[in-house]
């Protein structure tokens, strides 16, 4: 079975400073790992995939597969960065192709 | 512009009634699915549809279904009310079985 864990459910940083939230994961294939954000009164929405390996908003994840884990980074927080954040993994073919298992998601609050 | 709705956006209703949540999209995607959100627990996945007369079952998938019809509208409904499904439900889409989903605006359903 595939699971996505994030151990923490609020992370509080103050602007300018550093930031990773924590995604860890279990799949026996290849997965295709994917962070989701969802702003105050706004929709879900994607805003990176491991394969894609682009800087979003300034974010980045790399994804670890010798320790499963596809950590979000950002070197310098943003108050517009407070949000919920949830890491999602599908699996790259079979019966899990395309279904998406989300973790239980981090709110992260930027304080000015 | 092509988008994806979900009807209501809130709704009451009282243990035992069936309730039916709309989603409804205009990109033509083949690909569509339904998750409740929980704190805790994250996105888990109710249902999903590959398309037309195509209905599957996900995580959480007791005391719900869905009907596929056409391409645009993936319907849940909620068979006989429990207070355990008061939730937020989300309807997403996807145009391929990429782990890219576009994601409605939810419905916050509270069964008393």
């Known amino acids: 079975a595939q699971r996505v864990t994030q151990p923490e459910k609020l992370l509080s940083v103050f602007k300018g400073a550093p930031v990773e939230l924590k995604c860890n994961y279990s799949?026996?294939?290849?997965?295709?790992l994917f962070w989701y954000v969802q702003y105050s009164r706004q929709r879900l929405q994607l805003l990176l995939r491991h394969i894609s390996r682009e800087s979003i908003k300034g974010f980045t994840a790399d994804l670890n597969k010798g320790e499963t884990s596809f950590h979000l980074k950002k070197p310098f927080a943003q108050e517009e960065d407070s949000a919920m954040y949830y890491c999602a993994l599908t699996g790259a073919g079979g019966t899990s192709y395309g279904k998406l298992t989300f973790g239980q998601g981090t709110i992260l609050t930027v304080h000015p | 512009d092509a988008e994806i709705t979900q009807s209501p956006r809130h709704k009451i209703t009282e243990t035992g009634r069936q309730v039916t949540l709309a989603c409804h999209q205009t990109w033509n995607h083949n690909n569509m699915f339904w998750y409740r959100q929980d704190l805790g627990h994250g996105l888990r996945l109710i249902h999903y549809s590959y398309g037309v007369q195509d209905t599957n079952k996900g995580e959480v998938s007791d005391g719900y279904s869905v009907s596929r019809s056409n391409t645009e509208d993936l319907p849940l409904t909620l068979e006989s009310a429990a207070s355990s499904q008061t939730s937020v439900y989300f309807c997403?889409?996807?145009?391929?079985?990429?782990?890219?989903?576009?994601f409605g605006p939810g419905t916050r359903l509270t069964v008393t």
């Open positions: 799949y026996s294939g290849s997965p295709e």
């Open positions: 997403a889409s996807s145009e391929r079985l990429s782990g890219e989903q576009y």
